[in-house]
């Protein structure tokens, strides 16, 4: 397996620390307002990247975190250090806690997450449950000599650390504000110092902050992923996934307070998410296209449909979204479900072996997924036997996702049929204990029913 290495700038062969568990830390959301289609497409690469490792035989050890403190405005500015909390701002906005602001958006991101059928990691990381560890950390770079202080709290001395900007591609002495929009704060010592602990304001009470042994505040951004991803996942990790944005200031900042508080390598593999275009422009609120799942659902179109869109695309080339491509997307996904309903099963049929090893070499080709899903269409179109078909497409879609086996034409007995109809009367009259003792009836028949809220649908169980 291949994966390219945003900090080697070259496609490498796949050697994990351990070779029983691949470690990966991948960068979550902002949970200050709904996660838009751009942001998942870099979630949906970290889901395929750790459904690659799996096809490969590798167990994972995989983190997300949750941002619910400290990511403030001025990181769309080019420096994440200045303007104002992004959860503190939503809460005056909506007149809740920051606290009220993190649950209503988290729980709204993971039903979207599920919704993408993406894998969980074993945890999700709120920054707020691991500040001790952040003070412990800072801690120990103060310790160490990397820190200073200023005015509005405690700053990395980027110019103590030679690798800085390595990751990035920017050399230390060209990145001074290099694409920020803003003055550069005078108390700072190098215009890449970033703030490890920021003072709260004497002049307001914020919804969020801790004591520290510098004073009531609150963690930077950067120090809550280095904190999390070594407390749960260890001091070098194998993978870690985010966006192309992080590149420039957000992971090398990860990098240097890490390595220089461990005094080891951060990170054996960055994999970063490419951009998503929108009508072939910028995606934005200010714009009005920074499209939701909801929007997508309201225009009806199935999440999974946009799955298979990203698929489309290599993770790390810009793809472009319209209704129309998404269309056309979601258009192709059910020709695939309805030509899956018609084939017969035969769990004895083989796999198919030039189009299995035309696959693996396109998913160990730094998840090579747009040739992936050509090979589907190829087996598709062939002359095998529908049973190899359709077991080779189930192996496929360890990786893709799509839920093909949701999809596999079978019979339903009229006999649960029957059931499912009394167990919907039950429950519009309300006798939730029988309609409960049918279903139990139905699922150990081998089949699972989904209601909606005027309907119900009868799946063989997996």
Same mark, same amino acid.
């Given at each position: 397996?291949?994966?390219?290495?945003?900090?080697?700038?070259?496609?490498?062969? *796949?050697?994990?620390?351990?070779?029983?568990?691949?470690?990966?830390?991948?960068?979550?959301?902002? #949970?200050?307002?709904?996660?838009?289609?751009?942001?998942?497409?870099?979630? @949906? $690469?970290? &889901?395929?990247?750790?459904? @690659?490792?799996?096809?490969?035989?590798?167990?994972?050890?995989?983190? =997300?975190?949750?941002?619910? #403190? !400290?990511?403030?405005?001025?990181? +769309?500015?080019?420096?994440?250090?200045?303007?104002? &909390?992004?959860?503190?701002? $939503?809460?005056?906005?909506?007149?809740?806690?920051?606290?009220?602001?993190?649950?209503?958006?988290?729980?709204?991101?993971?039903?979207?997450?599920?919704?993408?059928?993406?894998?969980?990691?074993?945890?999700?990381?709120?920054?707020?449950?691991?500040?001790?560890?952040?003070?412990?950390?800072?801690?120990?770079?103060?310790?160490?000599?990397?820190?200073?202080?200023?005015?509005?709290?405690?700053?990395?001395?980027?110019?103590?650390?030679?690798?800085? !900007?390595?990751?990035?591609?920017?050399?230390?002495?060209?990145?001074?504000?290099?694409?920020?929009?803003?003055?550069?704060?005078?108390?700072?010592?190098?215009?890449?110092?970033?703030?490890?602990?920021?003072?709260?304001?004497?002049?307001?009470?914020?919804?969020? %902050?801790?004591?520290?042994?510098?004073?009531?505040?609150?963690?930077?951004?950067?120090?809550?992923?280095?904190?999390?991803?070594?407390?749960?996942?260890? %001091?070098?990790?194998? @993978?870690?996934?985010?966006?192309?944005?992080?590149? =420039?200031?957000?992971?090398?900042?990860?990098?240097?307070?890490? %390595?220089?508080?461990?005094?080891?390598?951060?990170?054996?593999?960055?994999?970063?998410?490419?951009?998503?275009?929108?009508? !072939?422009?910028?995606?934005?609120?200010? @714009?009005? +296209?920074?499209?939701?799942?909801?929007?997508?659902?309201?225009?009806?179109?199935?999440?999974?449909?946009?799955?298979?869109?990203?698929?489309?695309?290599?993770?790390?080339?810009?793809?472009?979204?319209?209704?129309?491509?998404?269309?056309?997307?979601?258009?192709?996904?059910?020709?695939?479900?309805?030509?899956?309903?018609?084939?017969?099963?035969?769990?004895?049929?083989?796999?198919?072996?030039?189009?299995?090893?035309?696959? %693996?070499?396109?998913?160990?080709?730094?998840?090579?997924?747009?040739?992936? #899903?050509?090979?589907?269409?190829?087996?598709?179109?062939?002359?095998?036997?529908?049973?190899?078909?359709?077991?080779?497409?189930?192996?496929?879609?360890? #990786?893709?996702?799509?839920?093909?086996?949701?999809?596999?034409?079978?019979?339903?007995?009229?006999?649960?049929?029957?059931?499912?109809?009394?167990?919907?009367?039950?429950?519009?009259?309300?006798?939730?204990?029988?309609?409960? =003792?049918?279903?139990?009836?139905?699922?150990?028949?081998?089949?699972?029913?989904?209601?909606?809220?005027?309907? *119900?649908?009868?799946?063989?169980?997996?």
């Amino acid at each position: 397996m291949k994966l390219y290495n945003s900090l080697s700038k070259e496609t490498e062969d *796949f050697k994990p620390i351990n070779p029983d568990i691949v470690t990966i830390y991948t960068c979550g959301p902002t #949970v200050y307002m709904y996660q838009h289609i751009g942001n998942f497409r870099t979630f @949906v $690469a970290s &889901d395929l990247v750790q459904r @690659v490792l799996k096809y490969n035989g590798y167990k994972v050890k995989s983190i =997300m975190n949750i941002t619910d #403190v !400290g990511h403030l405005t001025g990181d +769309n500015l080019g420096d994440a250090d200045t303007g104002s &909390d992004r959860l503190e701002i $939503a809460a005056d906005r909506e007149g809740k806690s920051a606290r009220d602001i993190a649950d209503f958006y988290t729980e709204y991101f993971l039903k979207d997450f599920d919704k993408l059928n993406l894998t969980k990691p074993e945890r999700f990381t709120k920054a707020t449950a691991y500040i001790k560890d952040m003070v412990a950390l800072i801690q120990k770079l103060e310790q160490k000599g990397f820190t200073y202080r200023i005015s509005d709290g405690i700053y990395f001395d980027t110019s103590k650390f030679a690798q800085y !900007g390595k990751l990035s591609g920017v050399k230390l002495e060209d990145l001074g504000g290099a694409g920020a929009r803003l003055e550069p704060n005078p108390e700072k010592r190098n215009p890449t110092d970033f703030a490890l602990w920021k003072l709260s304001p004497s002049d307001k009470v914020r919804w969020q %902050e801790w004591e520290s042994p510098w004073g009531k505040g609150f963690p930077g951004w950067h120090i809550e992923c280095s904190a999390m991803s070594m407390i749960e996942l260890g %001091e070098t990790l194998d @993978v870690h996934v985010g966006g192309e944005d992080h590149k =420039m200031i957000h992971h090398p900042n990860e990098i240097a307070q890490s %390595e220089c508080a461990t005094g080891k390598k951060f990170v054996n593999y960055w994999v970063h998410g490419a951009f998503l275009k929108v009508d !072939g422009g910028r995606m934005g609120k200010s @714009v009005g +296209n920074a499209y939701i799942i909801s929007d997508l659902e309201a225009k009806g179109f199935e999440p999974l449909a946009l799955r298979f869109f990203y698929m489309h695309a290599h993770y790390r080339t810009k793809l472009n979204f319209t209704w129309e491509a998404l269309q056309n997307t979601q258009n192709s996904l059910r020709r695939l479900f309805a030509l899956i309903e018609t084939y017969k099963e035969d769990p004895d049929a083989p796999l198919a072996i030039e189009h299995m090893r035309q696959f %693996e070499d396109a998913i160990n080709n730094d998840i090579n997924m747009p040739t992936a #899903v050509a090979v589907m269409w190829d087996l598709i179109k062939s002359d095998l036997s529908e049973g190899t078909k359709l077991n080779t497409l189930l192996k496929f879609d360890e #990786v893709f996702g799509l839920k093909i086996a949701d999809h596999i034409g079978y019979e339903i007995p009229k006999s649960v049929e029957n059931l499912a109809r009394t167990r919907w009367e039950y429950k519009k009259q309300g006798i939730w204990d029988k309609a409960d =003792m049918i279903r139990r009836q139905i699922e150990k028949a081998g089949f699972v029913v989904d209601d909606s809220s005027s309907d *119900f649908k009868i799946r063989r169980a997996k």
